[in-house]
């Protein structure tokens, strides 16, 4: 246990959240809590900052006295996490350690999970330091699952939903909604939440349990980190069985091609979709055909899948050292030109290995909707949700298809090749309330997900993503003339876009986060146009206003992106 004043903690790891011999003062911090100093170091190493004090809570009333503490010294707090973000929800790039900011770590001691099975969906209730591997093998243990996740298992369920988390699943033709499953993001499986809040009659933050039923709710549930939420109760539907089917041998061309023509039936996304409602699409560069995974509900194990009762399931992509990836990165850096050779590189490699193994599996849910692990290739990558109908998905994915290559050529005409990894499509359901099993219950109000109730027939997301390594000459640029192109394309005549709160957006032709009339105009635009005054951007950041007066929860970033000013 750490004295009032003084912490001193020696150097005893090489890893990422390296802890400093230090000694520095906190103020009249509480004298019980644990706190060390640690260097924080985001997913894409884009955010390196070392020696910011963070604390350990081992107890609700220990987060309130480090909150209450924060206020009355004007300090900030921000849970941190596993750090697996693009964006700088938690802390700028390239900046010292802010004087007044503490992070908090909730993964040692928040992470009870308690599940209560009932009809017609199950409870589990959990606290939001656990991981979502640990959240759904105690799920699986119990018969329980979701219908989809995000793929790495080592994000703390509070990052999850913080951001409005997802994976990648709409129904397929003919598949009912089981009770319990959710197509959305996992926020829209929330039914409460326990948020710490300011108190007006007391002046201090407490803790309140929010239902899901109150509009008050509603910011909550994807907040963006301008909350502390400690617990959450989920529902969960009986679990699934799933195969996965890994195709190597059609082209973009056909899988994004926009066609009209039923006798052929060409195998696009919809097609798949319609045929089993989860895909993904990975292309890489100047290559001609992608890694398409296609999941599908299957109770017994086809003759020619492999059965698997573990998680990640592609080594070959899965095993890749910070080294390698630095090594990758720096000749990249020396010569852009062998990008081409490096994309076709990839997709040879990947459809190799998958020939050998793993191309088709089968078994509990958790094992299939889990296959990212931090020791993956450490890019950078903007994101975008396109709201549409489902009828419109060829259509998004073509324009995009067309575009993203089209921006590759006019580049490598002059000699340039800013983007060094694949494109990434999904496509979810939205945050409906009709798939919650509590009546009357409130749309996320900050989900990229949330319906547009003047557009009822846009029931589905197109998931946009393009990655490439952070220090990649002319990314910016590129990836500026792509957003503008996207928001000037989905502009709510048949499609509308929102920003993947995680990733890369509002670019400048320097860096992401940047340009201000995406952040000031189009971002706030996006949650405003077709919602209800009392649950639209402008009463969403009012609400957060209240339960944060002092923004004692919030980045630089959000501090822009939430001032009232974003109207």
Same mark, same amino acid.
Request: charged letters at 20%.
């Given at each position: 246990?750490?004295?009032?004043?003084?912490?001193?903690?020696?150097?005893t790891?090489?890893?990422?959240?390296?802890?400093?011999?230090?000694?520095?003062?906190?103020?009249?911090?509480?004298?019980?809590?644990?706190?060390?100093?640690?260097?924080?170091?985001?997913?894409?190493?884009?955010?390196?900052?070392?020696?910011?004090?963070?604390?350990?809570?081992?107890?609700?009333e220990?987060?309130?006295?480090?909150?209450?503490?924060?206020?009355?010294?004007?300090?900030?707090?921000?849970?941190?996490?596993?750090? +697996?973000?693009w /964006?700088? !929800? $938690? %802390?700028?790039?390239?900046?010292d #350690?802010? =004087? *007044?900011?503490? &992070?908090?770590?909730?993964?040692?001691h928040?992470?009870?999970?308690?599940?209560?099975?009932?009809?017609?969906?199950?409870?589990?209730?959990?606290?939001t330091?656990?991981l979502?591997?640990a959240?759904?093998?105690?799920?699986e243990?119990?018969?329980?699952?979701?219908?989809?996740?995000?793929?790495p298992?080592?994000?703390?369920?509070?990052?999850?939903?913080?951001?409005?988390?997802h994976?990648?699943?709409?129904?397929?033709?003919?598949?009912?909604?089981?009770?319990?499953?959710?197509?959305g993001?996992?926020?829209?499986?929330?039914?409460?939440?326990?948020?710490?809040?300011?108190?007006?009659e007391?002046?201090?933050?407490?803790?309140?349990?929010?239902?899901?039923?109150?509009?008050?709710?509603?910011?909550?549930?994807? +907040?963006?980190? /301008?909350? !502390? $939420? %400690?617990?959450?109760?989920?529902? #969960?539907? =009986? *679990?699934?069985? &799933?195969?996965?089917?890994?195709?190597?041998?059609?082209?973009?061309?056909?899988?994004?091609?926009?066609?009209?023509?039923?006798?052929?039936?060409p195998?696009?996304?919809?097609?798949f979709?319609?045929?089993?409602?989860?895909?993904?699409?990975?292309?890489?560069?100047?290559?001609?055909?992608?890694?398409?995974?296609?999941?599908?509900?299957?109770?017994?194990?086809?003759?020619?899948?492999?059965?698997?009762?573990?998680?990640?399931?592609?080594?070959?992509?899965?095993?890749?050292?910070d080294l390698?990836?630095?090594?990758?990165?720096a000749?990249?850096?020396?010569?852009?030109?062998?990008?081409p050779?490096?994309?076709?590189?990839?997709?040879?490699?990947?459809?190799?290995?998958?020939?050998?193994?793993?191309?088709?599996?089968?078994?509990? /849910?958790k094992?299939? %909707?889990?296959?990212v692990?931090?020791?993956?290739?450490?890019?950078?990558?903007?994101?975008?949700?396109?709201?549409?109908?489902r009828?419109?998905?060829?259509?998004?994915?073509?324009?995009?298809?067309?575009?993203?290559?089209?921006?590759?050529?006019?580049?490598?005409?002059?000699?340039e090749?800013?983007?060094?990894?694949?494109?990434?499509?999904?496509?979810?359901?939205?945050?409906?309330?009709s798939?919650?099993?509590?009546?009357?219950?409130?749309?996320?109000?900050l989900?990229?997900?949330?319906?547009?109730?003047?557009?009822?027939?846009?029931d589905?997301?197109?998931?946009?993503d393009?990655?490439?390594?952070?220090?990649?000459q002319?990314?910016?640029?590129?990836?500026?003339?792509?957003?503008?192109w996207?928001?000037?394309?989905?502009?709510?005549?048949?499609?509308?876009?929102?920003?993947?709160?995680?990733?890369?957006?509002?670019?400048s032709?320097?860096?992401?986060?940047?340009?201000e009339?995406?952040?000031?105009n189009?971002?706030?635009?996006?949650?405003?146009?077709?919602?209800?005054?009392?649950?639209?951007?402008?009463?969403?950041i009012?609400?957060?206003?209240?339960?944060d007066?002092?923004?004692?929860?919030?980045?630089?970033?959000?501090?822009?992106?939430?001032?009232?000013?974003?109207?």
């Open positions: 246990m750490h004295s009032l004043h003084t912490n001193k903690k020696e150097n790891s090489s890893s990422e959240n390296i802890t400093i011999k230090q000694t520095d003062e906190l103020i009249n911090f509480p004298q019980d809590v644990k706190w060390e100093y640690r260097n924080f170091n985001n997913w894409s190493h884009e955010i390196k900052i070392d020696q910011v004090p963070c604390c350990i809570p081992e107890s609700v220990q987060v309130l006295a480090v909150v209450n503490w924060a206020w009355q010294q004007n300090y900030k707090v921000r849970p941190i996490g596993q750090s +697996h973000n /964006s700088p !929800l $938690i %802390l700028n790039a390239k900046e #350690a802010p =004087k *007044n900011l503490i &992070l908090m770590d909730l993964q040692p928040f992470t009870q999970v308690t599940i209560e099975q009932s009809s017609p969906a199950s409870i589990v209730t959990a606290q330091g656990v979502m591997e959240l759904m093998t105690q799920m243990a119990h018969g329980l699952g979701f219908t989809a996740t995000p793929a298992g080592d994000l703390t369920l509070g990052g999850v939903l913080a951001i409005g988390g994976g990648t699943a709409i129904n397929a033709r003919g598949e009912d909604n089981e009770p319990g499953h959710t197509y993001s996992l926020s829209n499986a929330i039914l409460s939440l326990s948020a710490v809040v300011w108190d007006k007391r002046q201090q933050y407490i803790l309140k349990v929010f239902k899901r039923t109150e509009l008050s709710c509603a910011p909550l549930l994807t +907040h963006l980190g /301008s909350a !502390l $939420i %400690l617990e959450v109760q989920l529902q #969960a539907g =009986k *679990n699934q069985h &799933l195969r996965c089917e890994s195709i190597t041998d059609i082209s973009a061309a056909e899988l994004f091609a926009f066609s009209q023509d039923k006798e052929n039936k195998q696009t996304v919809s097609h979709l319609d045929k089993s409602g989860r895909v993904e699409v990975i292309l890489f560069p100047f290559t001609p055909k992608p890694w398409l995974k296609v999941w599908s509900i299957a109770p017994e194990k086809p003759d020619s899948s492999v059965e698997v009762t573990e998680p990640y399931n592609y080594p070959f992509s899965d095993n890749i050292s390698v990836s630095g090594i990758l990165e000749c990249l850096d020396v010569e852009p030109a062998l990008t050779i490096l994309g076709q590189f990839q997709y040879f490699y990947t459809d190799l290995l998958l020939s050998t193994s793993r191309k088709d599996i089968w078994g509990w /849910s094992n299939l %909707l889990l296959y692990k931090p020791t993956t290739l450490r890019v950078t990558a903007n994101g975008y949700a396109i709201l549409t109908r009828a419109d998905i060829q259509r998004v994915l073509n324009v995009f298809y067309r575009q993203w290559r089209t921006l590759l050529g006019e580049f490598a005409v002059d000699g090749f800013p983007i060094n990894g694949p494109i990434e499509v999904r496509v979810t359901g939205l945050d409906t309330s798939e919650v099993i509590d009546k009357n219950a409130v749309a996320p109000g989900s990229p997900l949330r319906p547009r109730p003047d557009e009822p027939e846009w589905v997301a197109v998931w946009l393009i990655l490439t390594f952070p220090i990649t002319y990314a910016h640029q590129f990836l500026r003339k792509f957003e503008q996207l928001f000037k394309e989905f502009n709510g005549t048949y499609a509308a876009a929102r920003v993947e709160w995680s990733k890369g957006w509002a670019y032709e320097n860096a992401a986060w940047e340009d009339d995406i952040i000031k189009n971002i706030p635009a996006s949650f405003n146009e077709g919602q209800p005054v009392d649950n639209n951007w402008t009463a969403v009012s609400l957060l206003n209240t339960y007066p002092h923004h004692i929860f919030r980045s630089p970033l959000l501090e822009k992106l939430l001032s009232v000013d974003s109207q």
